[in-house]
């Protein structure tokens, strides 16, 4: 069964997809900058659907939260760096493999609350992109990775 969200947004196990969820009941919002970058040719197919140039896309995915809360915690300016393995076509898999990394300067309510956007499990975008995953390699802090 797929985690979901239940009427309080608190994650929980059922039947609702969280991607059924609309932006205004959300409990989180982030805004800022986002760079993407990958292996595949001048303009990645995987956008398009389309299969990757080399057979498999690695992809870096990057976002600066310029402004961003959950609930009441405030998530701006931290950021948050994932990094993708698609062995293939990114729609039609096989599944991606992904690594999360988060700035260190997050408290743990912070970069537990990051995870919970960024892994799916607080609906929104993340919540489509999470069925894709396949393995999850890790997640860890580091340094400031955006300068």
Known sequence: MQPTITDNNEST?????????????LSWK?????????????????VYLLDPDEGDCHVTCAWHIQKGNYGNTDLSNLNVVALFNTPGNMATGPKWKAALYIDERATQEQKDL?????????????????????????VKSVPRIWY
């Open 30 to 46: 982030l805004e800022g900058d986002y760079f993407e970058g990958c292996n595949c040719d001048i303009v990645c197919p995987c």
């Open 13 to 25: 196990t059922g039947t609702k997809d969280m991607s059924e969820i609309s932006p205004q009941s």
């Open 114 to 138: 990051i995870l919970k956007i960024y892994s799916g499990q607080a609906g929104g975008f993340f919540a489509v992109t999470h069925n894709f995953i396949g393995e999850m390699l890790g």
